[in-house]
């Protein structure tokens, strides 16, 4: 069955620091999403990305953030200068079409670690 | 998006059926009601998604009245795997055009040996 990949697992960073988390969509799904949970919270949308550029955004996602498609697989998350506060799992997610009664695929998750 | 309320919590034991009811009073005529399982520190999984009256699949039942301002997930004879938090999730598509899902807290149901 296919299925929603993420690396790293798990990223530790200083504060201050860059972080690219990479997520491989299932080849066939043209809607992307990253979310995020910080631990013990609810699951948050950052953005949503479809025909190479984004469609929503959340008010989390600032200018920090930023996404990417770079090549015909791959979609990234980056956060330009980490802080403390984005320590959370983020998840990545995709699907085929976007509507209410369309599964979204999860991927396993990226913890991510800001000391 | 409409809102929904489900329960904090439950308990159940291995072999029992759960039962998780979630209310949605304002969902609206383009809404599918759709359940997620989370396991800790993993992605959240589809379950089932249902429009009106009963769907079940292989992992689950769901039950909606006729009025759709509430359902029912139903897991049968749970075992300790079902562990996971549970999310109720209603809406349809967003300003954009795009869906993007809003979860709240869910229902952590913890299965007992």
């Known amino acids: 069955e296919p299925e929603v990949t993420q690396t790293p697992s798990h990223q530790v960073t200083q504060m201050g620091q860059e972080v690219i988390l990479r997520c491989v969509p299932i080849s066939n799904h043209l809607y992307f999403y990253w979310y995020r949970q910080i631990l013990g919270q609810k699951v948050e949308f950052l953005v949503s990305f479809y025909n190479n550029e984004i469609s929503e955004k959340s008010e989390i996602f600032d200018d920090q953030f930023s996404v990417e498609r770079p090549d015909g697989s791959n979609f990234t998350l980056k956060i330009r200068s980490t802080k403390l506060e984005d320590s959370a799992m983020y998840f990545c997610?995709?699907?085929?079409?976007?509507?209410?009664?369309?599964?979204?695929?999860f991927g396993p998750g990226t913890r991510l670690t800001v000391l | 998006l409409a809102k929904t309320t489900q329960p904090i919590s439950m308990d159940s034991y291995e072999g029992q059926e759960v039962n998780i009811t979630c209310s949605h009073n304002n969902i609206a005529t383009n809404d599918y009601i759709t359940w997620y399982q989370q396991f800790p520190s993993q992605g959240p999984r589809f379950i089932i998604q249902?429009?009106?009256t009963k769907v079940t699949n292989e992992v689950a039942s769901l039950f909606i009245p006729a009025d759709r301002k509430s359902s029912t997930l139903s897991l049968p004879r749970v075992s300790l795997s079902d562990t996971a938090v549970y999310y109720c999730l209603v809406g349809g598509t967003s300003r954009s055009n795009d869906y993007k899902l809003s979860f709240g807290a869910g229902t952590t149901v913890t299965v007992r040996a």
């Open positions: 997610a995709s699907t085929e079409r976007a509507s209410s009664y369309n599964e979204q695929f």
């Open positions: 249902g429009y009106k």
